[in-house]
């Protein structure tokens, strides 16, 4: 089974950015949206951001306005673009094509966000 390979972590300082790609090959085949979303050391997972079919994106709450999702233009890749990195950002990132609607991704907590990837952990340094 074809398992996604989120990539573009890393460590940087607050205000900082990074890019994380995840091939889709690796997704839901039946899938009317991807995303992504983030689980910080001892939380719950939480999604940060979706796109569906449409191209129509959500971002969770705290995001405002510093992060971008979108797909090349073949739709191989999803990429989350991610600006101005704040410390309370620092988790692992996985990218998810168990999603059915934009808004309740981001909206989701817990066990409900599910990815077959492994991530790819970003770490925000004050």
């Known amino acids: 089974q074809v398992q996604p390979v989120e990539s573009g972590g890393g460590s940087v300082q607050a205000g900082g950015s990074l890019t994380l790609s995840c091939p889709t090959s690796?997704?839901?085949?039946?899938?009317?949206?991807m995303g992504w979303f983030r689980q910080a050391p001892g939380k719950e997972r939480e999604g940060v951001a979706a796109?569906?079919?449409?191209?129509?994106?959500e971002y969770a709450e705290f995001v405002q306005g510093r992060f971008t999702i979108s797909q090349d233009s073949a739709k191989n890749t999803l990429f989350l673009r991610m600006n101005n990195l704040k410390p309370e950002d620092t988790a692992t990132y996985y990218c998810s094509g168990d999603c059915i609607e934009i808004t309740d991704f981001v909206r989701a907590k817990g066990d409900t966000l599910k990815s077959r990837g492994q991530g790819t952990l970003v770490t925000v340094s004050s």
């Open positions: 690796g997704l839901s085949v039946d899938t009317y949206c």
């Open positions: 796109i569906d079919d449409l191209g129509y994106r």
